[in-house]
């Protein structure tokens, strides 16, 4: 029996556990319907926020845009005015070059005039033909004067409508961005109603699988449930990756889920999955933490780098219910979280196992290259036994050689010394020989010295 205590009166009165069951069951839903409520109210108001922020910006922007395309509209038709200013300026520079021109050419024709009449008995015909003369030049300077003028109105009008189209352009262009703005805001509008929907459909697929609970096998509807969401949501991105139920058993134990995925050979992700549920009516509750140790050995068994514990139990604990609940300082990589988050976290994991992939190669490549570098030290530590065998007995007969090339170098060393000690002694001979004269033959002779005199003297 459990005894409750009315808050008004403060009378105590006792109920069974049935009662007691079903009043605390009244209370959870009564919460559970509140604080749903209140996240959805929540989440309209900020949608409804995002909506209006979106549609500021893109009535901020276009409005930007808008004010640009006026900017450049102004500047163009000044452009024009400009232009319209500078043909008519150019027009009555034009007109008052012709009207000097004429005021010149008819100076020119009164003073030819005068001095024609003075000499008019004389070259009247001359005169004449001068005047014709300069009729025509005058018509020609008026004719090229037009030819000249509507030139420069027809380039002016090409400019003006050259102008006007490009106004015209701009005009369109800025309708087609405002259409666009608009077209953007509808399509907004409309995503941010359908997450809106996808939402409450969410919501309202947890109200009645919390309310299918109280009447089906709890473990297998969530294991059937994450089963469901894995093939709907993750096969399609992960066609090859293996997710299946853990049915062999390692020392009497086993977990739920094993979810491994491979990219090029190599495995980049493994995930342990256990699957934890019970009853609202149970009278003995279970917490997350009692699950954990089994789990982190289950994951070591199986030789899993991950471990998760995909938990509806303590319903009423935020910590669980606010998202992913990291265990790694009770167990490795281990991580609690609520069956709509099984999804997303999966997808964070391979996300992030994904950028260590090539870390992993690298350390498959450097153990291969570690391997290699082994066998080259071998195959290095063999050439250098072989060459050291080769080396001692190349030297050996290198040494040989050298004594030999030491008893031919003294042998010739000897003979060196005897054909320089020959060298001195013919150097000595040719000195002699060189410093003998007649001089030195008659010195002391004087029976020759006496007949090469006589034979100079002849000469």
Same mark, same amino acid.
């Given at each position: 029996?459990?005894?409750l205590?009315?808050?008004?009166?403060?009378?105590?009165?006792?109920?069974?556990?049935?009662?007691?069951a079903?009043i605390?069951?009244?209370?959870? &839903?009564?919460?559970?319907?509140?604080?749903?409520?209140?996240?959805?109210?929540?989440?309209?108001?900020?949608h409804?926020?995002?909506q209006?922020?979106?549609t500021?910006?893109?009535?901020?922007?276009f409005?930007?845009?808008l004010?640009?395309?006026?900017?450049?509209?102004?500047?163009k038709?000044?452009?024009?005015?400009?232009?319209?200013?500078?043909?008519?300026?150019?027009?009555?520079?034009?007109?008052g070059?012709?009207?000097?021109?004429?005021?010149?050419?008819?100076?020119?024709?009164?003073?030819?005039?005068?001095q024609?009449?003075?000499?008019?008995?004389i070259?009247?015909?001359?005169?004449?033909?001068?005047i014709?003369q300069?009729?025509?030049?005058?018509e020609?300077s008026?004719?090229?004067?037009?030819?000249a003028v509507?030139?420069?109105?027809s380039k002016?009008?090409?400019?003006?409508?050259?102008?006007?189209?490009?106004?015209?352009?701009?005009?369109?262009?800025?309708?087609?961005?405002?259409?666009?703005?608009?077209i953007h805001?509808?399509?907004?509008?409309k995503?941010?109603?359908e997450?809106?929907r996808m939402?409450q459909?969410?919501?309202?697929?947890?109200?009645?699988?919390?309310?299918?609970?109280? =009447?089906?096998?709890?473990?297998e509807?969530?294991?059937?449930?994450?089963s469901?969401?894995?093939?709907?949501?993750?096969?399609?991105?992960?066609?090859?990756a293996?997710?299946e139920?853990?049915?062999?058993?390692?020392?009497?134990?086993?977990?739920?889920?094993?979810?491994?995925?491979y990219?090029?050979?190599?495995?980049?992700i493994?995930?342990m999955?256990?699957?934890?549920?019970?009853?609202?009516t =149970?009278?003995?509750k279970?917490?997350?933490?009692?699950?954990?140790?089994?789990l982190?050995?289950?994951?070591?068994?199986?030789g899993?780098?991950?471990?998760?514990l995909?938990?509806?139990?303590?319903?009423?604990?935020d910590l669980?219910n606010?998202g992913?609940?990291?265990?790694?300082?009770?167990y490795p990589k281990?991580?609690?979280?609520?069956?709509?988050f099984?999804?997303?976290?999966? &997808?964070?994991?391979?996300?992030?196992?994904?950028?260590?992939?090539?870390?992993?190669?690298?350390?498959?490549?450097?153990?291969n290259?570690?391997?290699?570098?082994?066998?080259f030290?071998?195959?290095?530590?063999?050439?250098?036994d072989?060459?050291?065998?080769?080396?001692?007995?190349?030297s050996?007969k290198?040494?040989?050689a050298?004594?030999?090339?030491?008893?031919?170098?003294?042998?010739?060393?000897?003979?060196?010394?005897?054909?320089?000690g020959?060298?001195? &002694?013919l150097?000595?001979?040719?000195?002699?020989?060189e410093?003998?004269?007649?001089?030195?033959?008659?010195?002391?002779?004087?029976t020759?010295?006496?007949?090469f005199d006589?034979?100079?003297n002849?000469?």
């Amino acid at each position: 029996m459990k005894e409750l205590k009315c808050p008004h009166c403060g009378q105590v009165f006792q109920v069974d556990e049935a009662d007691y069951a079903s009043i605390l069951s009244q209370v959870k &839903n009564a919460e559970f319907d509140a604080e749903i409520n209140r996240r959805l109210h929540e989440l309209e108001e900020r949608h409804l926020a995002e909506q209006q922020l979106a549609t500021t910006k893109a009535e901020q922007s276009f409005q930007s845009q808008l004010n640009k395309k006026e900017l450049e509209i102004n500047a163009k038709e000044a452009e024009i005015t400009r232009l319209r200013s500078e043909a008519a300026s150019l027009l009555d520079r034009v007109k008052g070059e012709k009207d000097t021109e004429i005021a010149l050419l008819k100076n020119q024709l009164e003073t030819i005039a005068v001095q024609k009449a003075n000499e008019q008995a004389i070259a009247l015909a001359e005169k004449d033909k001068a005047i014709a003369q300069l009729h025509a030049s005058i018509e020609q300077s008026e004719n090229k004067l037009q030819l000249a003028v509507m030139e420069e109105r027809s380039k002016a009008q090409q400019k003006v409508q050259a102008k006007d189209t490009e106004i015209t352009q701009l005009r369109a262009a800025a309708a087609l961005e405002k259409r666009e703005a608009q077209i953007h805001e509808a399509a907004l509008t409309k995503r941010y109603e359908e997450e809106l929907r996808m939402k409450q459909d969410q919501v309202d697929y947890y109200k009645d699988l919390k309310t299918k609970m109280s =009447t089906k096998m709890v473990g297998e509807t969530l294991e059937q449930h994450c089963s469901i969401e894995f093939e709907q949501y993750i096969r399609p991105m992960m066609p090859q990756a293996y997710f299946e139920k853990d049915n062999e058993a390692v020392d009497g134990t086993k977990g739920d889920f094993v979810f491994r995925d491979y990219e090029d050979g190599t495995e980049y992700i493994s995930i342990m999955f256990e699957m934890k549920n019970e009853m609202d009516t =149970t009278a003995t509750k279970h917490k997350n933490d009692d699950f954990l140790k089994k789990l982190d050995e289950d994951r070591r068994k199986k030789g899993c780098e991950f471990a998760v514990l995909v938990s509806m139990l303590e319903a009423d604990n935020d910590l669980y219910n606010n998202g992913i609940v990291n265990k790694s300082h009770l167990y490795p990589k281990m991580y609690v979280i609520r069956p709509q988050f099984f999804v997303p976290f999966i &997808n964070l994991l391979v996300q992030t196992s994904k950028k260590s992939l090539e870390y992993k190669k690298q350390l498959i490549l450097a153990q291969n290259k570690e391997v290699d570098v082994t066998n080259f030290e071998n195959q290095l530590q063999e050439f250098k036994d072989k060459f050291g065998r080769n080396y001692r007995l190349a030297s050996e007969k290198f040494r040989s050689a050298i004594n030999e090339i030491d008893k031919t170098i003294t042998h010739l060393q000897k003979v060196r010394e005897a054909l320089v000690g020959s060298e001195d &002694n013919l150097r000595l001979a040719n000195d002699k020989a060189e410093g003998l004269t007649i001089r030195k033959l008659t010195y002391k002779n004087p029976t020759m010295k006496e007949k090469f005199d006589e034979a100079r003297n002849r000469e």
